[in-house]
Structure formats: C-alpha cells, structure tokens
C-alpha cells in the first residue's frame, strides 16, 4: 500500500508541473468565475441570465475537464517511461497492475477535486448573484420553481404504431377492393408492407406537425395522484420549419382532458369509502387550460403551470394543442423538446450534486480509455487516438441519422454507426448542463445507466486490455538509440 500511494502522489506531481495543465487549469478558474459573472440572458428576463449561467459554465467545464483527462492521462503513463524511471520502478517488487492502477486512480482524483472545486465556484457564484440582483419577487418565484429545482420529466407515451398501421392499412385495403383492386398481383405481402411502411411514415410525421385549425395530442401516464407540487408543462414549438432562425410568434390553445367527480357518494366519509365509484359518477371534458388564446415565440421553451385536476385518478393526463396561427402555417413539435411534464422531487443543491457525478463518470470513463491508448502507444499517438475516438462518438449517431431513406437499415452508414455505438462512449451522453438549466431531475436511474453502460461495459474493458498490455510491454524497446 505504500508503494501505491508513493506513486499516486508522484504522479500527482508530476501531472501538476505539466504547462499544458496549467493553461487548461487557468482556463477552468475562468470559466467557473468569470462565466457565471459576466454572460447576460437572451432577453427573457432574470430566468433566461440564471440558466444561460449555468448552462455555459457547466458546459465549459465539462468540456475543459474531458481535454484535460486525455492529456494528463496520456503524459503520467508515458512521461515515466520516456525518463527512463520506470524501469527502476519495475526493478523493484512493485507489480505493473499496481502502477497502472495507481496512475489511473490519480488522474481521477486529480480531476474529481478539480470538478469539486469549479462546481462550488459556479453554485456559489450563481447564488449570489441571484441573491444580489435586484429581480421582481414574481421573477424570482418562477426562477425557483422552474431553474433552481429537480424536477421529474414525464414524456408522452409513445403510440402503438402496429395497431395504428393496421387499422388504417385494413381501411385502405378494403378501398381498394370495393375500388375493383383486391387482388392486383401475387405479391400482396410486399404490397402491404410497403403500404404499412408508408402509413407509418405518414403518421410519425402527422405527429410531429399541426395543421391550422388542427390540433395535436399527447397522453401521459404513471404521474403521481393527490400532488402538492404544481405541475409544469415545458414545450418548444416551431412555425413553418423546424429551425431557430427566423421565427415569430404564433398563436395557439392548450387543452386538457378533465376526469371529474359529479357529486359525492354516500351521506358521509365513511360510506363514501366503503362504496366504490361507478364511471357514470365521473364528467370528463376537454377544457381550455387559459382563458384566451396564448402568444408563444416559437424556437424558444416556454412553460405553464397546469391545474392538478388535469390528473386522473389513475394518474393518466391528456393534453392537445391547437394551431391558430395567424399567417395559417403548419406548427412544428420535435420529440426531444417535449411537450413533457415536469414535477419537483429535490431542491436545486442535489440536482446540482447529481450533475456533477455525471461529470465524474466521465471522467473515470476517458481517463480509463486514455491510460489504456498510453500503455500501448507514445504520448502523441496516444492522445491523436482518444481524440479520435471521441471525434467518432460525435459523428455515429449522424451516420446513423438517414431520415431521407425509406429504410435506413439496409445501408452501410446505419450498421457502421450502430457497431461504432457498441464500443464507443460519446461525449455528448455526459451533457448534464442543459437538464441542471432547465431544472429537469438528473435520476439516480440514469446515473446507474450511465455507469453500467459507458463505465463497465466500454470503459472498463480497454482499462483491462490497457493493464494487459502494460504488463507485457517490453521496456528495453523504449530505450533510445
């Protein structure tokens, strides 16, 4: 054990003498004081300043820390065998599974205080400067209730696709007998393939737009009953195309599905307990969630509070929205920005908390996956190769992307991207800043996900490839001519 903690602080020492951690360690002071300190919101008020804050800053970070991890990593287990120390530290009866343990462990713990450090600096900075501002009391209230806070997010269910497909595919076909065409060729089972194929195409788009005058719908499920948290819709929409750029204002109507009791049941408590409910006791109505028409800037989120009544008793909530546009253009609704509920489970501290042990997790995971690459290669070759890999983590999930092609999977990009997914962890799965912005709870779910997934099953074997190679590399191969 004093072996492995004289090479942890050595190799702490070692990594905090490097110029390059130096610079991104400057930059990592500056972007946790001086980014919560100086950026200002986009516009909408003292909410928009708090989470444009937090979003950047965690965000840089997050990011800082990732470069760094590759580069200490990749310096602390070359540095000492370029100096030539290594080979006296393999003379003595110190294993090299110990010394790879030791120098991952310390590029970890190095990191991990880092991380430690920069989130107090942002909470503290963003606390007080919240404090210190002078915001309207309303301002600060929905800064509290929709930033500052973890909230659970509850998505729309998704629809039963095969039943859709197939009721409208036994329409259409029987069209199409009445219509004389019933049996127009002896390949019937690729002609209703391909009708169902494209029925399904025609309704996941149907799903995504609205007409004018039309409306979409969304039902939800498995959401708490009797709540004393309010209930928080949080949506984007889009007018004309899915595109930030170029947006305006568009008119529209929320709609709620109410289940309401008629009357009591019974003379008293008791009774009423005693005897169940009938359906015929329960009125149910689609309502209006606001009095009027609401105005919303479309390529932004927005949100409102719904009334609780819009729960049932089972927990099931259905809301529509209906296009009044003004200019009569389609409005569009993308399956990441919702609509989806939110409700609070924690304040903002545990959230906050919780987000930086996504940050850790990546850190274990690249600085696993960087001292493996510097076990077997040279110190440039080493880091040229993680950055490569991260590079390939963005990219696969856009080879992946064939949206123009009727059936993606029978092309060379779909399977590529899907086999470089099984050994790669992008970077972009570890973005916390933007759920910690929004005030969306990061679950203890999604922590064990992320571990599982990225940590022991991508990680965790290049760590033991890494251990493998380092204890059957051949030194003498590195001494210079």
Not at 305 to 319: C, E, I, Y
Not at 379 to 398: D, K, N, Q
Not at 459 to 464: D, G
Request: proline share 4%; aromatic share 12%; glycine share 6%.
């Amino acid at each position: 054990m004093r072996a492995f903690s004289a090479i942890v602080k050595l190799t702490l020492r070692n990594a905090l003498r490097s110029h390059i951690f130096q610079l991104l360690l400057g930059l990592l002071v500056l972007c946790a004081v001086a980014l919560p300190m100086t950026v200002s919101g986009s516009g909408e008020g003292a909410r928009s300043y708090i989470q444009i804050a937090l979003k950047y800053s965690l965000g840089t970070v997050g990011f800082i820390l990732a470069l760094s991890t590759v580069w200490i990593s990749s310096l602390v287990m070359t540095q000492d065998v370029d100096s030539y120390q290594l080979h006296m530290v393999v003379a003595k009866p110190v294993s090299r599974v110990r010394i790879f343990l030791a120098k991952y462990i310390s590029v970890v713990l190095l990191h991990g205080v880092l991380l430690l450090l920069a989130g107090m600096t942002i909470f503290g900075v963003v606390m007080w400067r919240f404090a210190k501002n002078d915001f309207p009391a309303e301002e600060k209230t929905r800064i509290e209730n929709e930033v500052m806070v973890g909230r659970r997010v509850y998505y729309p269910k998704p629809p039963d696709m095969k039943k859709l497909t197939s009721a409208a595919l036994a329409q259409q076909l029987e069209e199409m007998k009445k219509a004389g065409r019933g049996h127009v060729t002896a390949n019937a089972a690729e002609m209703e393939d391909e009708i169902r194929k494209g029925l399904s195409e025609e309704m996941l788009r149907q799903r995504s737009e609205v007409l004018f005058q039309k409306f979409g719908e969304w039902e939800y499920e498995k959401l708490p009953v009797n709540m004393q948290n309010p209930i928080y819709l949080r949506y984007r929409l889009y007018v004309g195309k899915v595109d930030t750029e170029a947006q305006r204002n568009t008119t529209g109507w929320w709609v709620g599905y109410f289940v309401e009791r008629k009357q009591s049941v019974g003379n008293g408590q008791e009774i009423e307990q005693a005897v169940p409910v009938a359906e015929e006791d329960y009125s149910r109505t689609w309502r209006p969630l606001s009095p009027m028409p609401e105005q919303n800037y479309a390529g932004e989120f927005h949100e409102k509070v719904l009334p609780s009544a819009v729960v049932d008793k089972d927990g099931h909530v259905a809301l529509r929205y209906i296009n009044i546009d003004n200019a009569k253009d389609k409005i569009y609704f993308q399956t990441i920005d919702g609509p989806k509920l939110l409700i609070k489970i924690t304040g903002f501290t545990g959230n906050f908390i919780r987000g930086l042990l996504v940050i850790l997790l990546m850190i274990m995971v690249y600085a696993g996956i960087s001292c493996a690459a510097a076990a077997a290669f040279s110190m440039p070759t080493a880091i040229f190769t993680v950055l490569s890999y991260m590079f390939l983590g963005s990219v696969a999930p856009l080879i992946m992307t064939t949206s123009q092609l009727s059936d993606p999977s029978k092309y060379a990009g779909y399977w590529i991207g899907k086999i470089m997914m099984l050994i790669i962890a992008p970077l972009q799965e570890f973005e916390i800043s933007q759920k910690i912005a929004g005030g969306e709870l990061v679950e203890f779910s999604y922590l064990v996900d992320l571990f599982s997934q990225y940590f022991l099953l991508r990680a965790l074997p290049f760590i033991l490839l890494g251990v493998w190679v380092f204890w059957r590399r051949e030194l003498g191969l590195v001494i210079r001519k």
